[in-house]
């Protein structure tokens, strides 16, 4: 009942930007964490950026002062602005986000995922 799409993926040379977007569709109560995970071949899947209802945000030390992460609530959607691209930053991007969904008599909350999007950082 919850959909995240990512898209904004692609490749780009060592030192280029990609923006991430992932918006969350469906029957929606509200959200509150979102985020950005990324899993290299051979890896396990990492945090790369989170961010709270309250535009609380957390990062991996690898990212720091290169990734920014944000999101506008009105649109259910978290965007990664990714900067001085590293080949080590490749990796298929994965988005997560906290939800709370309604039923008929009360209010569940889950975690979902994105379908990823690859992102490709040549030297």
């Known amino acids: 009942q919850v959909q995240l799409v990512e898209s904004g993926g692609g490749s780009v040379q060592a030192g280029g930007s990609l923006r991430l977007s992932c918006a969350a569709s469906?029957?929606?109560?509200?959200?509150?964490?979102m985020g950005w995970y990324r899993q290299a071949p051979g890896k396990q899947r990492e945090l790369v950026a989170t961010?709270?209802?309250?535009?609380?945000?957390n990062y991996a030390d690898s990212v720091k002062g290169r990734f920014t992460i944000s999101r506008d609530n009105a649109k259910n959607t978290v965007y990664l602005q990714m900067n001085s691209l590293k080949p080590e930053d490749t990796a298929v991007y994965y988005c997560?986000?906290?939800?709370?969904?309604?039923?008929?008599?009360?209010?569940?909350?889950?975690?979902?995922w994105g379908q990823g999007t690859q992102v490709t950082v040549s030297s």
């Open positions: 997560n986000a906290d939800v709370t969904t309604p039923r008929t008599m009360s209010l569940m909350r889950g975690s979902y």
């Open positions: 961010i709270t209802s309250d535009t609380i945000t």
């Open positions: 469906g029957s929606i109560f509200s959200i509150s964490a």
